[in-house]
T-cell receptor, first 113, second 119 residues
Framework: DGGITQSPKYLFRKEGQNVTLSCEQN?????MYWYRQDPGQGLRLIYY???????QKGDIAEGYSVSREKKESFPLTVTSAQKNPTAFYLC????????????FGPGTRLTVT | AQTVTQSQPEMSVQEAETVTLSCTYD???????LFWYKQPPSRQMILVIR??????QNATENRFSVNFQKAAKSFSLKISDSQLGDAAMYFC????????????????FGKGTLLTVNP
């Protein structure tokens, strides 16, 4: 089955530690995205990548970093510089960045204490 | 900047009945896309329906249909014959056509409407 996988589903970290969230897709999609969801809020874009070895900042990129070394993978690192890292993180992909539909993975709940 | 507003934080419907969720948006663009996404308790976002702004015909997907009023900047979702599995948070989202790159590719989401389906 084609789809987007995110692991782990729940992640716990101590304050001051960097943590990397995994996102893998086997849909052969060129574009990938990372969103953050906070309680009572919609999703906000952190980073997106149109093609391999290319990525751009979204609306709330501060304290986050990404890489896109392979088409199927788009990991997100939450650094210690992110002031409020506890949130639900969703990865998405689309056939191309100019194609409107984005399909989402199951998400990772990150808790930092 | 584009904004999406969902004025109903919560809605409820009886099983087999019809419910309409409201969404309004603000944009100066003439071409764009609108979406409804469903987020069940599993929290995975599922695309329900999409509408292109240049199309006058309202989109339909089985029991789900939209009422797209471009001049009023309104995009409501109608769920017919509601089922228990329809219970979820529903998000309205907007996207520019993305012809010029940058963060045009992002989806701008409303804050969601929690739909409860009563048996």
């Amino acid at each position: 089955d084609g789809g987007i996988t995110q692991s782990p589903k729940y992640l716990f970290r101590k304050e001051g530690q960097n943590v990397t969230l995994s996102c893998e897709q086997n849909l052969n999609h060129d574009a990938m995205y990372w969103y953050r969801q906070d309680p009572g809020q919609g999703l906000r874009l952190i980073y997106y990548s149109q093609i391999v070895n290319d990525f751009q900042k979204g609306d709330i990129a501060e304290g986050y970093s990404v890489s896109r070394e392979k088409k199927e993978s788009f990991p997100l690192t939450v650094t210690s510089a992110q002031k409020n890292p506890t949130a639900f993180y969703l990865c998405a992909s689309s056939i191309g960045a100019r194609v409107s539909e984005q399909y989402f993975g199951p998400g990772t709940r990150l808790t930092v204490t | 900047a584009q904004t999406v507003t969902q004025s109903q934080p919560e809605m409820s419907v009886q099983e087999a009945e019809t419910v309409t969720l409201s969404c309004t948006y603000d944009t100066s663009e003439s071409d764009y896309y609108l979406f409804w996404y469903k987020q069940p308790p599993s929290r995975q976002m599922i695309l329900v329906i999409r509408q292109e702004a240049y199309k006058q015909q309202n989109a339909t997907e089985n029991r789900f249909s939209v009422n797209f009023q471009k001049a009023a900047k309104s995009f409501s979702l109608k769920i017919s014959d509601s089922q228990l599995g329809d219970a979820a948070m529903y998000f309205c989202a907007y996207r520019r056509p993305g012809l010029s790159g940058g963060s045009n590719y992002k989806l701008t989401f409303g804050k969601g409407t929690l739909l409860t389906v009563n048996p």
